[in-house]
């Protein structure tokens, strides 16, 4: 059974950083992009980045472009997002998503996605 296990969420204050981590288990998406989106309330699931297969191409939103980092390590089978210069609003359950089957940007693209970490940014 496949599972991406998100961590590393938490409570920050605007302008600081945090390190979100996909942890994948039961088979390997070394050969896959990997993405991460983001829900804030009352809104719908957006994308936020994404990584091809070997990480030598990475993809971001506008709003996130500059401060963010995608990164993967395919001996641990983790892919990582690092945020810095965070803003309030960046608050918002964050997910990170395997293999999609079309346009990396739109969730319907994707068939694997993990529980979700919440990220707190605080002004």
């Known amino acids: 059974q496949v599972h991406l296990v998100e961590s590393g969420g938490g409570l920050v204050q605007a302008g600081g950083s945090l390190r979100l981590s996909c942890a994948a288990s039961?088979?390997?998406?070394?050969?896959?992009?990997m993405g991460w989106f983001r829900q804030a309330p009352g809104k719908e699931r957006e994308f936020v980045a994404a990584?091809?297969?070997?990480?030598?191409?990475?993809y971001y939103s506008d709003s996130v472009k500059g401060r963010f980092t995608i990164s993967r390590d395919n001996a641990k089978n983790t892919v990582f997002l690092q945020m810095n210069s965070l803003k309030p609003e960046d608050t918002a359950v964050y997910y990170c998503?395997?293999?999609?089957?079309?346009?990396?940007?739109?969730?319907?693209?994707?068939?694997?996605w993990g529980q979700g970490t919440q990220v707190t940014v605080s002004s």
């Open positions: 039961g088979r390997t998406f070394s050969s896959t992009t």
């Open positions: 990584i091809n297969w070997n990480g030598m191409f990475t």
């Open positions: 998503a395997a293999e999609p089957r079309g346009n990396y940007r739109d969730t319907s693209s994707y068939d694997y």
